[in-house]
């Protein structure tokens, strides 16, 4: 099928973008070089979808640059680039994406990257995962395997594994050390401030912030709240998280109460109706909302644009609702990943380790065709501690090593 874009004549944009990135990569360069003389992919179809913009255009280049044949649709309507989607076309791959697709638009690209007959699947939230399984069973005997990308595509897969549901092996690259600990705490941390701080052009500094889930992400986001000087307030439905939020110097309370004193709130909980009708109308005028959780279900922006009684462009990307109280509260992004949906995501030496994950995930599922009895499949330690020593590598870091008396002493 013929790739479908905004506009191929972008392409020179977006190539600007990759190669930027690309300098900032060594490990995914480096894998470049090893898939290139050793074409572990070739012959094989691979549907990729995760937000399209430079860092995984790279990706894609690299597996491309393995042999792979590379299908590629959208992640989410509102993070392609279509600079960097025409720039890929460019190179010779097939992509179906644009920025501010409909639903109906996304759910197509989707299914177009899904009719090619894919043998490997990386997905970031679990649609192309989801969507095969439903609409397209006879082609689930084609996938060799695939890889999940973040929190909340893995929990749709342990769902539908406890169903008996899942049919191939996907691996859980999330919950990889070298992904979780450094892509959602530090690489969500930095770019979900980039994005708001983008769009909105205000300080931070002496501001309340409500962060809402003091997860992986969560600790990334409060954490760089706090650097930029604001007072930081944490919402939590776990006790243990909530008390690691309190003993980190943060503020924890109820939503509904946060509501009242925040200026920027912030959702990355992966939970729905997080900032709900009560809490929008408990904020002050002029309060800013956004998440930085996979779906849009975390400020429920439907409740309220149902129960402003105005609304406008207030700056691009940026809707301001009246409520019946005279207050406005803004929204970024309509609600969508903030830093994605309002910025470039995260930092590519951060996406330079997630992304080696995927390409080493990928590689193990090909060596180990056909031999791979379970469908939920962690990241093996030697893939984890691959990426690590590559990376402490090239920052030039040289660590100890244990001696045989001291293995023997901890054994
Ligand atoms: P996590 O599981 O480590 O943390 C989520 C936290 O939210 C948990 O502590 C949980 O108790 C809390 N929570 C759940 N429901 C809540 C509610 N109603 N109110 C307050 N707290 C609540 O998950 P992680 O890795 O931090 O991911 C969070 C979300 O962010 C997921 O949807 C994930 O897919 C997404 N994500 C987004 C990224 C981005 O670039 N914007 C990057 C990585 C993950």
Request: aromatic letters at 6%; one cysteine or more; proline letters at 3%.
């Amino acid at each position: 099928m013929a790739s479908e874009i905004r506009n191929p004549q972008l392409w020179q944009d977006g190539r600007l973008k990759i190669d930027w990135v690309r300098h900032h990569m060594p490990l995914l360069n480096s894998l470049e070089e090893e898939f290139k003389a050793s074409q572990p992919f070739k012959g094989l179809k691979v549907a990729l979808s995760v937000h399209l913009e430079a860092k995984t255009a790279y990706l894609c280049e690299v597996l491309a640059a393995g042999g792979a044949e590379m299908y590629v649709p959208g992640s989410n309507p509102l993070s392609t680039q279509d600079d960097v989607a025409a720039s890929l076309v460019k190179a010779g791959l097939e992509v179906h994406a644009w920025y501010d697709a409909t639903e109906e638009e996304y759910n197509a690209h989707i299914r177009a990257a899904l009719a090619a007959g894919p043998n490997i699947i990386i997905d970031d939230g679990g649609d192309l995962v989801n969507l095969i399984h439903n609409e397209y069973p006879h082609l689930i005997d084609n996938v060799i395997g695939g890889c999940e990308e973040t929190t909340t595509g893995i929990l749709r897969l342990i769902s539908m594994n406890k169903e008996n549901k899942l049919k191939f092996p996907m691996v859980l690259v999330n919950d990889a050390d070298c992904k979780h600990l450094f892509d959602n705490r530090y690489g969500t941390g930095q770019s979900v401030w980039d994005g708001i701080n983008r769009t909105t052009n205000l300080i931070v500094a002496g501001k309340n912030v409500v962060v809402a889930g003091y997860g992986w992400c969560g600790k990334g986001v409060a954490m760089r709240a706090k650097g930029l000087g604001a007072s930081v307030i944490v919402t939590e439905v776990d006790p243990i998280k909530a008390m690691e939020a309190v003993m980190d110097g943060f503020k924890v309370m109820k939503m509904t109460e946060a509501a009242k004193i925040g200026d920027f709130f912030v959702t990355v909980t992966g939970c729905c109706d997080v900032i709900c009708e009560d809490s929008f109308m408990n904020m002050k005028d002029g309060a800013i909302c956004c998440n930085a959780g996979h779906f849009d279900v975390e400020v429920d922006v439907a409740k309220l644009r149902e129960i402003a009684v105005e609304s406008h462009l207030a700056r691009n990307n940026i809707m301001s609702y009246k409520l019946s109280n005279g207050n406005r509260i803004n929204v970024i992004a309509e609600g969508r990943l903030v830093n994605l949906a309002a910025g470039d995501g995260h930092p590519a030496e951060i996406m330079d380790m997630s992304f080696a994950i995927q390409a080493l995930s990928a590689l193990y599922l090909v060596r180990n065709r056909g031999k791979l009895t379970e469908k939920i499949i962690n990241v093996p330690k030697e893939i984890d501690h691959e990426v690590a020593t590559r990376k402490l590598r090239y920052w030039g870091i040289e660590i100890d090593s244990l001696t045989e008396k001291q293995k023997e002493y901890l054994d």
